[in-house]
């Protein structure tokens, strides 16, 4: 059974702190999806994470994959109130097939004005 | 954009009824899952679908039942409802193979059984 820890599982900062958040396995993931979540909502897609090493942005949003693919981390620059939110990674399995991704319990983000 | 709906945001039922839950995605995507959410225990797959007419039981499958008669369309079925199946419900649809399995998720469904 594979599993995803990710870590703090609660964080709550001030408005223009910078965070990180992990996520870890020993699992290796054939991919990584970062997701975020507001309450009552579905999970939204942040990124998506193929290659060892791999890191992309997306504005103040850095993600990156672990060289074995097996943790990565999404870190956040000069946290703004609008990125409250659940964010959760979740891990697609190396075989073929439709089985579902591997979730990690999620990160609950406070950013305080 | 890849668009997955789900026909109710919030359902409150009564113990014994049965609930139907359907989840619907707009981009010709060949897999479907459903996935309860719960505090403390996250996102658990219920059940999965790869095609139509077909299904695979995912990690909490009892008392659940679903149906995929289109491709486009896929069902969660509650035979009799119970208390502890109130929870979020959540669909979500991928393309089959390749390495990214990305999951596009419906907004979800908040059902509360009495």
């Known amino acids: 059974t594979q599993l995803l820890e990710q870590s703090p599982q609660f964080l709550s900062i001030q408005e223009g702190e910078n965070l990180t958040v992990y996520c870890n396995s020993s699992?290796?993931?054939?991919?990584l999806q970062w997701y975020r979540q507001e309450p009552g909502e579905g999970p939204v897609l942040l990124v998506t994470v193929v290659t060892g090493g791999e890191v992309k942005k997306l504005k103040r949003l850095t993600f990156q994959f672990g060289d074995a693919r097996k943790d990565s981390s999404l870190h956040i620059t000069a946290a703004q109130p609008g990125d409250t939110g659940l964010y959760l990674c979740?891990?697609?399995?190396?075989?073929?097939?439709?089985?579902?991704?591997?979730f990690g319990k999620g990160t609950h983000l406070i950013i305080q004005p | 954009d890849v668009k997955v709906t789900q026909s109710s945001r919030y359902l409150v039922k009564r113990t014994g009824e049965k609930v139907f839950l359907e989840c619907v995605q707009d981009m010709d995507h060949e897999n479907m899952f459903w996935y309860r959410q719960d505090p403390g225990l996250g996102l658990r797959l219920i059940y999965f679908?790869?095609?139509?007419?077909?299904?695979e039981k995912g990690d909490i499958p009892e008392g659940y039942s679903v149906s995929r008669e289109k491709k486009e369309r896929f069902s969660l079925i509650l035979e009799s409802a119970s208390t502890n199946q109130t929870s979020m419900y959540l669909c979500?649809?991928?393309?089959?193979?390749?390495?990214?399995?990305?999951?596009?998720f419906g907004p979800g469904t908040r059902l509360l059984v009495l």
């Open positions: 699992s290796v993931f054939s991919s």
């Open positions: 679908s790869y095609d139509v007419k077909m299904k």
């Open positions: 979740a891990g697609a399995g190396s075989g073929g097939g439709a089985d579902g991704l591997t």
């Open positions: 979500a649809s991928s393309f089959l193979g390749g390495r990214r399995k990305t999951q596009y």
